[in-house]
């Protein structure tokens, strides 16, 4: 049983552009939610999708948008990339109070 | 509040026991809980423990939870350099099945041989 993938596993991009980050949950897991690791910190909860929609979400920007398809795969889009939105993001998929992460995508703006 | 806190670095000798601590502001939270991440990787889930629980013991793994001081701690029995990682413990916030993890700033685990 594969676990939590995400890919791509590192990206570079310039400030001012948009990326997208790709999660797929474990086999049967429902829930989906995004974190976003600094360097030398704990992991921050950015949202959470259930049944294809944000359940809830933690203090980022707009600029920070998802989604979640009817396989329960799920997206992370950020705009207007900013230097301090560099960072591992974290996807974790659950079905009940477990939460699995993934290996993370390591993003960096330049 | 949101906020979870624990010591950033501790080290043992390999064979010795490690007890990180942490401590949670929620006393809400329905579980608490450790995750594992060694260098370039994402988070392992090791253990949890329920909020009515005092102890819960796994392999080499021994949780303590008191409620009273909102401590935490993860004792790690004959520690072995394969062990090495940063050490996280999060509270769940909100609903068990729907709350986000709250996450300590983490405890470097070095085990030298």
């Known amino acids: 049983d594969a676990g939590v993938t995400q890919s791509p596993t590192h990206l570079i991009k310039t400030r001012g552009q948009q990326v997208t980050l790709r999660c797929s949950p474990k086999?049967?897991?429902?829930?989906v939610s995004w974190y976003q690791q600094a360097l030398g910190q704990g992991p921050q909860f950015i949202f959470q999708?259930?049944?294809?929609?944000?359940?809830q979400r933690g203090n980022f920007p707009d600029r920070f948008s998802g989604h979640q398809f009817p396989n329960y795969s799920s997206e992370l889009n950020v705009n207007a990339l900013l230097l301090g939105d560099s960072a591992l993001y974290l996807c974790?998929?659950?079905?009940?109070?477990?939460?699995?992460f993934g290996p993370g995508t390591r993003l960096t703006v330049t | 509040g949101e906020d979870v806190e624990q010591s950033l670095f501790l080290s043992v000798r390999e064979g010795d026991s490690s007890v990180i601590n942490c401590t949670y502001t929620?006393?809400?939270?329905?579980?608490l809980y450790w995750y594992k991440q060694e260098p370039g990787a994402g988070l392992q889930l090791l253990t949890y423990?329920?909020?009515?629980?005092d102890m819960k013991q796994d392999q080499r793994l021994t949780v303590l939870l008191n409620k009273k001081d909102k401590h935490l701690s993860l004792r790690i029995a004959d520690t072995q350099t394969g062990d090495s990682a940063i050490y996280f413990c999060?509270?769940?916030?909100?609903?068990?099945?729907?709350?986000?993890?709250?996450f300590g700033q983490g405890t470097t685990l070095q085990v030298k041989p």
């Open positions: 974790a998929s659950s079905f009940d109070h477990e939460q699995y």
């Open positions: 086999s049967g897991h429902d829930t």
């Open positions: 999708y259930y049944e294809e929609e944000e359940r």
């Open positions: 929620d006393s809400s939270s329905t579980y």
């Open positions: 423990i329920f909020s009515n629980m």
């Open positions: 999060a509270e769940i916030l909100g609903s068990s099945n729907t709350g986000k993890l709250i």
